[in-house]
């Protein structure tokens, strides 16, 4: 039996493991923006799923992933669309999508750790139509194309952490966006360091904001907010 952990927060609302300092438009870099961190840190899931079949955290918790679903079902998005989830981790979000029906799925990971984990879950699952493969996003191979929806959750984050030249990161990460997406195509983002208006600067040109999807709010101190930040962009030229 597989068995998974969540990564939620003491307030009930999805919790924000790349949370890091922000100064104005940009965060300190991180550990957590390395690929030696992921790599490490995958290679330890692994071994655990191997161990006793836990598939390691769900990020933002599975309600992250039941509002990206529910969107996708109310919009129709065609079972056999073109579907690829960016930094896909240990894969448990191909395996919801593969539940809900959703056929052409494809999964990347520039950690091999965690493209292993999870060839190794989906074989688990009796998921062997998923393709999953290593791929720098940021350096994408270009068989990686035509994809009618793309989905990140959490990778931009990772990527706005690294220690390297962040600014040239995220417009690589952006061009990649272009390039393997069809044109009317929708990407889906869910982020836990950028707002709703740092996203929309950082994507535009290119990409129109087409909706935000609700996600849990807190109170603190006599201000609401929201803790993490979901918004579907469509791809426009």
Same mark, same amino acid.
């Given at each position: 039996?597989?068995?998974? &952990?969540?990564?939620?927060?003491?307030? #009930?609302?999805?919790?924000c493991p790349l949370?890091?300092?922000? =100064?104005?438009?940009? @965060?300190?870099?991180? !550990?957590?923006?390395?690929? $030696?961190?992921?790599?490490? *840190?995958? !290679?330890?899931?692994?071994?655990?799923?191997?161990?006793?079949?836990?598939?390691?955290?769900?990020?933002?918790?599975?309600?992250?992933?039941?509002?990206?679903? &529910?969107?996708m079902e109310t919009?129709?998005?065609?079972?056999?669309? *073109?579907?690829? $989830?960016? #930094?896909? #981790?240990? %894969?448990? @979000?191909?395996?919801?999508?593969? !539940?809900? #029906?959703?056929?052409?799925?494809?999964?990347? $990971?520039?950690?091999?750790?965690?493209?292993?984990?999870?060839?190794?879950?989906?074989?688990?699952?009796?998921?062997?139509?998923?393709?999953?493969?290593?791929? $720098? @996003?940021?350096?994408? =191979?270009?068989?990686?194309? %035509? @994809?009618?929806?793309?989905?990140?959750? %959490?990778?931009?984050?990772?990527?706005?952490?690294?220690?390297?030249?962040?600014?040239? *990161?995220? !417009?690589?990460?952006?061009?990649?966006?272009?390039?393997?997406?069809?044109?009317?195509?929708?990407?889906?983002?869910?982020?836990?360091?950028?707002?709703?208006?740092?996203?929309?600067?950082?994507? &535009?040109?290119?990409?129109?904001?087409?909706?935000?999807l609700p996600t849990? &709010?807190?109170?603190?101190?006599?201000?609401?907010?929201?803790?993490?930040?979901?918004?579907?962009?469509?791809?426009?030229?």
């Amino acid at each position: 039996m597989l068995t998974s &952990r969540v990564v939620m927060s003491t307030h #009930g609302s999805e919790d924000c493991p790349l949370q890091c300092k922000q =100064s104005e438009d940009d @965060f300190a870099p991180s !550990k957590l923006g390395t690929k $030696d961190y992921w790599d490490d *840190a995958y !290679k330890r899931e692994l071994q655990t799923f191997k161990d006793i079949g836990d598939v390691g955290e769900i990020w933002f918790g599975e309600e992250s992933m039941g509002r990206v679903i &529910r969107w996708m079902e109310t919009q129709n998005v065609p079972e056999n669309a *073109a579907i690829l $989830d960016i #930094g896909t #981790g240990n %894969g448990m @979000f191909l395996v919801e999508l593969a !539940k809900h #029906g959703f056929s052409n799925l494809t999964g990347i $990971d520039y950690s091999k750790a965690a493209v292993e984990l999870t060839v190794n879950i989906l074989e688990e699952e009796g998921l062997k139509h998923v393709k999953i493969q290593v791929e $720098d @996003f940021l350096n994408p =191979s270009t068989a990686l194309k %035509g @994809f009618d929806v793309c989905i990140d959750k %959490g990778t931009f984050d990772a990527i706005s952490l690294s220690p390297e030249d962040r600014k040239e *990161a995220k !417009k690589l990460y952006v061009n990649s966006l272009k390039t393997v997406m069809q044109p009317g195509g929708f990407f889906i983002i869910t982020s836990c360091n950028w707002t709703k208006e740092q996203l929309l600067q950082i994507f &535009r040109p290119g990409f129109e904001l087409v909706r935000e999807l609700p996600t849990p &709010r807190f109170q603190f101190g006599g201000v609401t907010g929201n803790s993490v930040t979901a918004l579907v962009f469509k791809r426009i030229d």
